[in-house]
């Protein structure tokens, strides 16, 4: 279905989320004509954030907003959807698009397998009706559904569309780009040349994929990284545990601007607990990239002010390799909580592939190599 037959159906002026490739027609439709504008299309910093700006936007214009989503998004939106949208509180209705991983039967990546079986269970669980969107379902259909979704919502009841991979299409094209020339991969590779044994941590999504290629090329054991392929923006809290209980060592954890946005809080955990031996990289490249490319407002804010009134003790900016790998000296020289942020480029290798190990053989090296038992 055409994007733009999707959106006239829905029919609501308001649309925020997270971005997801699965709704990458919507994502770059909405981009290319709204923009980012508080009044019609905001990219949140979590699920969660989205339904109480869509909560906003219902009590000030009485009208339905739109929330978008990966599926692995509806974690983050339980809480509200139990205990702000629902009938039984304020009975708030939005209209949920959620993007399908890990569909039964259909192959996806390990950290989507669970998260596809439960999708509709969860929403209806939180008592949404959801409707399944795939490449054969027609605009007539679609309004039909819609029909039906509209007497749910003006009972204030909370509706989903679940899309199926390709079941959207948008013929457009909008290019997305930062102002700076290092790339993600040169940096990772950078970094690796400082971490040595140490532990590390890195995020989700092509961070991953790159400091494991990056090891294959250098010959080097994967068991010195946990790669948190899931649970995006928890990557700083995973390594902030490791680093308490492993004072003797040193732990490095790679972020994402996108991921740290996503749970910001974490970082004044961080800042409060000031483990000395913990380094936090922050990938800035102002995009959420692995799934498509739209915008962070990392750009905007200053992750390095954030950081330094959180509590971290050193707290550097990088934009090129030259000064990426002054801030690593001084980072391994000092012992203390350091932040460092380094402004990169979009894009990747077209040939970037994933890890061939399993997240649970990942979890049983990581723990070998710090000597830990199960």
Same mark, same amino acid.
């Given at each position: ?6 959106v ?5 002026d ?11 027609a919507l994502c ?5 004509? =709204?923009?980012?504008?508080p009044?019609?299309?905001v ?12 909560? #906003? ?6 009208k ?8 692995s ?16 509180v ?8 959620? #993007? ?5 039967g ?8 669970y ?13 949404v ?7 054969e379902?027609?605009?007539?259909a679609?309004r039909?559904?819609?029909e039906e979704?509209?007497a ?10 679940v ?46 994929r790159?400091?494991f290629e990056?090891?294959?090329?250098n #010959?080097q ?19 902030l ?6 004072p ?14 996503m749970?910001?809080?974490a ?15 922050v990938?800035?490249? #102002?995009?959420h990239e ?23 003790a ?6 090129s ?7 690593l000296e ?18 990747? =290798?077209?040939?970037?592939g ?9 979890? =049983? ?8 038992q199960?």
């Amino acid at each position: 279905m055409r994007v733009e037959e999707f959106v006239e159906i829905l029919g609501s002026d308001f649309y925020t989320g997270v971005p997801d490739s699965q709704l990458k027609a919507l994502c770059n439709y909405l981009m290319a004509t =709204r923009g980012i504008d508080p009044k019609r299309h905001v990219i949140a910093a979590n699920e969660g954030n989205c339904c109480a700006l869509a909560a #906003g936007y219902h009590l000030a214009t009485g009208k339905v907003p739109v929330v978008y989503m990966q599926n692995s998004g509806e974690g983050n939106a339980v809480n509200p959807l139990a205990s702000l949208l629902n009938g039984q509180v304020y009975a708030i209705p939005v209209i949920f698009v959620i #993007g399908w991983r890990g569909e039964p039967g259909v192959h996806d990546e390990p950290q989507h397998i669970y998260q596809g079986q439960v999708t509709l269970r969860l929403l209806e669980d939180m008592g949404v009706a959801a409707c399944v969107v795939d490449r054969e379902t027609s605009p007539e259909a679609l309004r039909a559904q819609m029909e039906e979704f509209r007497a749910l919502l003006a009972q204030g009841r909370d509706v989903a569309f679940v899309i199926r991979k390709g079941a959207l299409s948008w013929d457009g094209e909008i290019t997305y780009g930062s102002d700076y020339t290092l790339t993600r991969e040169e940096a990772i590779r950078r970094i690796v040349r400082f971490t040595g044994e140490d532990p590390v941590v890195s995020t989700t999504g092509k961070a991953s994929r790159e400091l494991f290629e990056i090891r294959e090329a250098n #010959g080097q054991d994967h068991g010195r990284d946990f790669l948190t392929v899931g649970s995006m923006g928890h990557a700083s809290s995973i390594a902030l545990g490791i680093a308490a209980q492993r004072p003797e060592e040193r732990v490095w954890c790679i972020d994402g601007d996108g991921a740290a946005l996503m749970h910001l809080g974490a970082m004044a955990v961080i800042g409060a607990s000031r483990p000395e031996n913990l380094i936090h990289i922050v990938i800035n490249n #102002g995009a959420h990239e692995t799934v498509g490319g739209m915008p962070t407002v990392a750009g905007r804010v200053s992750l390095t002010g954030i950081a330094r009134d959180c509590g971290y003790a050193a707290v550097y900016s990088a934009d090129s390799a030259e000064t990426l790998e002054a801030a690593l000296e001084q980072a391994v020289t000092d012992r203390r909580l350091t932040m460092i942020e380094v402004k990169c480029a979009l894009g990747a =290798r077209s040939d970037l592939g994933r890890p061939t190990t399993t997240a649970l053989e990942n979890k =049983r090296a990581f723990m070998k190599h710090l000597g830990v038992q199960e």
